[in-house]
């Protein structure tokens, strides 16, 4: 049995900020890394609002720059992904895959969301290249051009009204005959100039040579009247919700309906002492990396001086 005053799920820009954190206070963390090293960054292509970069900066160079950040404080960084959790009495237990079970005083959870996607195969033909899942991160790249999002909910009308500040024409593809955003939600995106909601379409698939020229979609599919065609698009985003990877936790921790960790006054307190939740798994609503990179701080901050007490 291995012990340690601190461990830490996952490393996105939540778990390496947490990492260089404890590092540096000496609370000798260990990190299992998971199975996307980096997280969700590492499949974008370019970073540019994360402050210090004037220039941008690519994602994966990025997260590699982060982790050496916090190899550098000592950080116990492993090739592993957290199976099975033990919450029940402290110190909590962990176990690895390959069966190891360290007993943590502390531990932080940063394991991330995963973006859904349609399952379609061009969406990782396409990933990078005119595919993506989240407007904030890569709609300056689509100035002036045309794209489509998909989804009905308020992700999907917020990235639509978002690239409509940038693109020229944005369509939303709704696979329903309504939007299931709240109202203003709805009345904003039906009033906006630039978008055109195109109700009952489902995308098949996507095409272009190199990268995404177009999308082929089926109107009210199924049905007697169902149509096919192709619309001619730059950019092709999903918005159909984000799934937190808070599963091994659910059993010990409160969580919402769709499974993100509740965190007390916004803070990364979870309802057991000693446990901590940084990053877009207790973050249904903003998740940008530098959010992410503040609430890991704020865990290894609380992490210390729950240890410090
Ligand atoms: P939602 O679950 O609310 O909406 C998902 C949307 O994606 C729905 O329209 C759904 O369609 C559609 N969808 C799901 N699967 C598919 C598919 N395979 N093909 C086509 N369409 C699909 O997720 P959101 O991310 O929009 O929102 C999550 C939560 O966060 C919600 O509670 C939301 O209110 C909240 N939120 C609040 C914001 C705010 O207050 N500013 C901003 C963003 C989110 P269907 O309706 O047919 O199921």
Redesign the pocket.
Known sequence: METTKCLIIGSGPAGYTAAIYAGRANLAPIMLEGLQPGGQLTTTSEVENFPGYPDGVNGQVMMDDMRAQAERFGVDIRSSVAEKVDFSARPYKIWADGGTCIEAETVIISTGATA?Y?GLDDERKYAGMGVSACATCDGFFYRKKVVAV???????C?EAIYLAGLARQVYL????PY????RI?QDRVLKHPKIEVLFEH?ATGLFGENGVEGVHLVKRQGKADEQRYDLPIDGFFL????KPNSDIFRPWLETDE?GYIKVIDGGPCTSLPGVYAAGDVAD??YRQAIVAAGSGCKAALEAERFLNE
């Open positions: 859904r349609l998909v989804g009905g909910g308020d992700t999907a917020e593809l709704v696979r329903k939007l299931r955003a709240s939600m489902n918005a159909i919700g984000h769709t249904p609503r």
